[in-house]
């Protein structure tokens, strides 16, 4: 998933004015917001990259655990599977757990960086 994301994700780090905030949460992708047996991957992830003290893994549930605080949070990939109501259910937790003046970033890397939508609360 990474690979599929990495276009996209590039623009949103792009376009986004990161400098207005301190902490972010990637919520349901592909080295983020995940299931716990996931963890040690992501951990090896970071340190691959160099980011140890700057990045950590939280696991969670995209559709039953409650969302990370941060002052932005990302998400892609919200499961083409699902009915409306269950896309928009973690799309507006997500929303919620967002501070005053934090920002939610969504989209989809398959149809390119021109899909991300900005909400700010």
């Known amino acids: 998933m990474t690979v599929i994301g990495r276009a996209a994700n590039l623009q949103v780090a792009e376009r986004f004015p990161w400098d207005e905030r301190a902490t972010f949460a990637d919520a349901g992708t592909a080295q983020g917001f995940d299931l716990p047996k996931v963890a040690r991957a992501i951990e090896d992830y970071v340190v691959r ?3 140890s003290g700057r990045l950590g893994f939280t ?3 995209f559709f039953t655990g409650p ?3 941060a002052d932005v949070i990302t998400m892609e990939h919200i499961p083409h599977d699902r009915n409306l109501d269950e896309k928009r259910m973690p ?3 997500a929303y919620e757990a967002l501070p005053d ?3 939610l970033i969504g989209y989809e890397p398959i149809t390119g960086p021109d899909s991300m939508v900005i909400g700010i609360r």
């Open 49 to 51: 990259n160099g980011l």
């Open 59 to 61: 696991p969670g549930n």
């Open 67 to 69: 969302r990370p605080r």
């Open 91 to 93: 799309i507006a937790k």
């Open 101 to 103: 003046g934090g920002a």
